[in-house]
């Protein structure tokens, strides 16, 4: 792994250096956001998205894509507040409204998806304030991976997510642990809405 980390970066500099385009293919999507300053993603033989690698990843423009790039969680829910400014989606997978801090393009009672990475997921012991964007859950596995751990949380609506956290203190005494509950909270500009 560290040998294909380096060869990546040096991929980079070369390009760089030369001024000359690559293409690479790639069914490693790790590979593809280090190396790529546009990213096509392809879906049955088409193209599903181009875009910068922040922009495919941050901002994808269907359930394929954010499925495709990077871990998501993807909640089903129906639109019950449409205004210029926000949006607000009941979600029952989620067990919570959603509350979207932007414009989105959709219609009174439509059903869309919200997509949520793990890295953008708080969690907590304490049930934070709020009426939207927090559900509440048990924590089923942890796997430590080093830099980060990975949670796996069964909802109370029966719904699993994944949630990721830094590992930035040695020893954590207090890190949450195996069947822990806990309270599940994003921002309200975290996450991508998705109409199809």
């Known amino acids: 792994k560290k040998l294909r980390e380096e060869t990546q970066f040096e991929l980079v500099k070369i390009q760089e250096t030369l001024g000359v385009t690559f293409i690479v293919v790639t069914h490693d999507q790790e590979e593809a956001m280090s190396l790529a300053t546009r990213i096509g993603v392809m879906n049955q033989g088409e193209i599903a998205m181009i875009g910068e690698p922040t922009d495919v990843y941050e901002f994808p423009n269907s359930r394929f894509v954010a499925g495709f790039i990077g871990s998501v969680n993807m909640f089903e829910g129906i639109v019950t507040q449409d205004e ?16 979207v801090g932007h414009r989105v393009d959709c219609a009174p009672d439509q059903i869309l998806w919200f997509a949520i990475r793990p890295e953008k997921i708080n969690l907590s012991r304490e049930r934070p304030s709020g009426d939207a964007n927090v559900t509440h859950g048990m924590v089923e596995d942890i796997a430590y991976l080093g830099d980060m751990s990975v949670f796996q949380v069964m909802l109370q609506s029966g719904k699993r997510i994944r949630v990721t956290k830094a590992n930035s203190l040695r ?22 809405v998705l109409t199809s």
């Open 84 to 99: 210029p400014d926000h949006v607000r989606i009941s979600s029952g997978e989620a067990g919570t409204d959603i509350y």
């Open 171 to 192: 020893g954590d005494p207090d890190a949450i642990k195996w069947d822990e509950e806990v309270w599940c909270t994003w921002g309200d500009t975290s996450g991508s």
